[in-house]
């Protein structure tokens, strides 16, 4: 009797800020589905914790060290891989200033990483992509709001990846490679405001579904977006937040 093998070509993934919050979570649902993933930081202290918990589970996950924001830097990690099928852009940073103090290093602070940042990953990935491969960018419900609780450049950034994303989507559709975003509401992650008046329980009572959302809950949605199931949906931003931000 003869027998066929048909050996699968591992699935990889690169998910850039994945050592705490979405990031992470991202990382782990990946793995969890199969992938062999690349888990971004800036330094691999950074990145241990998401290392530990995928050793813990008995997933791939291997650290893949650079600034986002330094192009040579991506240029050299993202090129070692021998292919991507998906890379999630969650890599960003924010400051917690008023906007009449604002200074031009803030400004380059926050578009260097969340913006530059994006680009700059998704410039050499595509080297390493085909058709069927999924580009996903994390993007915030501040984009759609200005940010009544996150800083102007940061919500300025946002916008600019949503804009980023629609663009990509459309240049890269004629080969295959889908492009969208997943854009946050309210998560319980270390970057949410929290202070004196803006406890956790105050969110609680202006997301219509009544709760903050958990990290989980994005990667989920990621999950999903970068999977055969979703195969005819691309250029999207869509929207997790629990009711925040509606149509």
Do not use: H
């Amino acid at each position: 009797m003869k027998g066929v093998f048909k050996f699968m070509k591992e699935k990889i993934a690169v998910v850039t800020g994945a050592g705490t919050g979405i990031g992470q979570a991202i990382a782990l649902e990946l793995a969890a589905n199969g992938y062999t993933v690349y888990a971004n930081a800036r330094s691999e202290d950074k990145i241990k914790d998401t290392i530990e918990k995928g050793k813990e589970m008995n997933y791939e996950i291997r650290p893949l060290i650079f600034d986002v924001s330094i192009e040579e830097e991506v240029k050299n990690k993202i090129l070692s891989l021998p292919y991507i099928d998906c890379i999630i852009n969650n890599a960003a940073v924010g400051v917690d200033k008023e906007f009449r103090e604002l200074t031009e290093s803030d400004w380059d602070k926050v578009f260097n990483t969340n913006v530059k940042g994006c680009y700059y990953c998704v410039k050499y990935a595509l080297e390493k992509m085909t058709s069927g491969s999924s580009i996903i960018n994390i993007s915030s419900g501040a984009a759609k709001t200005g940010g009544d609780f996150v800083s102007l450049p940061y919500s300025a950034s946002k916008g600019a990846i949503n804009s980023m994303t629609i663009f990509f989507a459309r240049k890269l559709a004629p080969k295959g490679i889908r492009v969208n975003a997943v854009s946050p509401g309210f998560v319980d992650t270390r970057m949410l405001i929290l202070n004196d008046k803006i406890t956790k329980d105050y969110y609680k009572t202006i997301i219509p579904i009544g709760k903050l959302g958990i990290p989980q809950d994005i990667a989920y949605c990621v999950s999903f977006l970068v999977s055969e199931k979703a195969s005819y949906i691309t250029g999207q931003i869509i929207e997790v937040n629990g009711g925040d931000i509606m149509g």
